[in-house]
């Protein structure tokens, strides 16, 4: 017992952990914990060899130095910007996310909101519930096929996304600037960020956040598309400048927005944004199904146990860290 490794789990929100522990038996002693913040965690995952992590955070050069035997910090999700990335490589501390766990579900909850937004389907179930059986009061509806979809970002869910309205007779543009034209085989057409706002129909968010695409989506951004327009978000919240999307929305700039993630998150009781018929809010639930939820338990884990068995991650984010980290990969 002595000889295993500690591995510290910050946080998760599903109900068993036999996939962790079987990944790590052998090998590690599992201390799993429901934390938000690194203060809520740091205590135990002082003498850690390796920290496993959902939504608690941020993870800082501070939290980090408080950890001297950690090797590795290994994210369920995709996103990873909770964790200094700089600091980790400085520390020596190999950083690796969960990058294809649950592209097929994100992409095809975005298709779910663009046409829960063209087809008012949210609005009218509101409407009969509430005893009106009519179709005008959710007019203008709108058709998919010949409209034009502008994906901000072209990832693998963005390129998923893509194929799918394809499906519809959308047409594609992306604006991505570490993508060139014709590098994948999924259809859309390369265009600046300004003509993708000001030519579609249904703008779709797929950047990671960073600090250079936090608030991206503010007035000047608004202020360029079409008054019909509808924003879907499936990535991260701060992506959207939410006071300016309230103003776009109270000024008619867009036509709505359908977000699975808000920022803040959740959003407060009293927010503008709760009580408006244009609006979709979901509970950041885009990245879930049964299938995703193996792939999202197994990939954490497993990238722990590479590193404690000597062997170099499979989806390493920091890079950089190779040569100089405290595993000696």
């Known amino acids: 017992m002595a000889d295993k490794a ?9 109900e068993s952990l036999d996939v962790e522990r ?9 201390t799993a914990l429901r934390t938000k ?32 035997k950690c090797r590795i910090i290994a994210r369920y999700g995709i996103g990873v910007d909770t964790i ?50 009519a179709v005008p009061p959710g007019k203008p509806l709108f058709r998919l096929d ?31 600037p570490f993508v060139k034209e014709g590098q994948f085989p999924e259809p859309g057409r390369k265009a600046e960020l300004d003509q993708l706002y000001c030519e579609s129909d249904f703008v779709s968010l797929h950047p990671p956040l960073t600090p250079q695409t936090r608030g991206m989506i503010g007035d000047a951004a608004f202020g360029r598309m079409k008054p019909t327009a509808f924003v879907i978000n499936c990535s991260r919240g701060p992506v959207i400048d939410t ?18 993630t808000t920022d803040p998150e959740p959003l407060p009781d009293s927010h503008p944004l709760r009580e408006r018929e244009n609006v979709i809010i979901n509970p950041h639930v885009a990245w879930y199904s049964e299938k995703a939820m193996v792939g999202l338990q197994e990939g954490a884990p497993n990238e722990v146990r590479r590193v404690l068995a000597g062997e170099w991650p499979v989806n390493v984010v920091n890079r950089a ?9």
Request: charge should be neutral.
């Open 6 to 14: 500690k591995v510290v789990l910050t946080d998760y929100v599903w």
């Open 22 to 30: 079987r990944i790590l038996a052998g090998v590690a002693e599992l």
């Open 37 to 68: 913040k690194p203060e809520e965690f740091i205590a135990q995952a002082a003498d850690c060899d390796a920290l496993l992590n959902t939504y608690a955070g941020p993870i800082t050069a501070e939290v980090m130095a408080k950890m001297p």
């Open 84 to 133: 200094d990335l700089e600091a980790a490589t400085a520390a020596g501390i190999i950083v690796t996310n969960n990058p294809t766990y649950c592209i097929e579900e994100v992409a095809e909850h975005t298709m779910a909101l663009l046409l829960a937004c063209a087809r008012k389907v949210a609005f009218y179930d509101r409407l009969v519930r509430a005893g009106t059986w």
């Open 146 to 176: 010949g409209s034009t979809l502008g994906l901000v970002g072209f990832g693998n869910i963005a390129r998923h996304v893509a194929v799918r309205a394809a499906a519809f007779g959308m047409r594609i543009l992306y604006a991505d």
């Open 243 to 260: 006071a300016a999307l309230v103003r776009a929305l109270d000024a008619g700039k867009i036509a709505g927005c359908a977000l699975d």
């Open 321 to 329: 860290v190779k040569g100089k980290n405290r595993a000696g990969l």
